[in-house]
């Protein structure tokens, strides 16, 4: 069975760094787009960054460009979003996902494309 574990999520003052990694099992993982994706209260689910495993391509929310790094070590089957610089703004629930990349075509990072969701880890920044 697919499964997506993530964690890492914990309380940072603002300006503060966290690493989450998503964990993945039961499915051939260069073949997925993992992305990361957060919602915060009263907000909508966004699309933080994803990254495809079978071309290596990257995207990230503008709000986060410059300040967080999405990377794949496919050798545990593990992808990590490094979050520096971190604002109150970023505090939320943070989700990994994936779906087959043959499911899109091309990559794209937004929830309603995503076919398998892990419990999400929360994220608070403190200012």
């Known amino acids: 069975d697919v499964q997506l574990q993530a964690s890492g999520g914990g309380l940072v003052q603002a300006g503060g760094f966290l690493r989450l990694p998503c964990a993945a099992s039961g499915f051939t993982f260069d073949d997925y787009t993992i992305g990361w994706f957060r919602q915060a209260p009263g907000k909508e689910r966004e699309g933080v960054s994803c990254?495809?495993?079978?071309?290596?391509?990257?995207h990230y929310a503008d709000s986060v460009k410059g300040r967080f790094t999405i990377s794949s070590d496919n050798a545990k089957n593990t992808v990590y979003l490094q979050m520096n610089n971190l604002e109150p703004e970023d505090t939320a629930l943070y989700y990994c996902?994936?779906?087959?990349?043959?499911?899109?075509?091309?990559?794209?990072?937004?929830?309603?494309?995503?076919?398998?969701w892990g419990i999400g880890t929360l994220v608070t920044v403190s200012s």
């Open positions: 990254i495809s495993n079978s071309d290596g391509s990257i």
């Open positions: 996902a994936a779906v087959l990349w043959e499911y899109t075509g091309s990559l794209i990072c937004h929830h309603n494309y995503m076919k398998y």
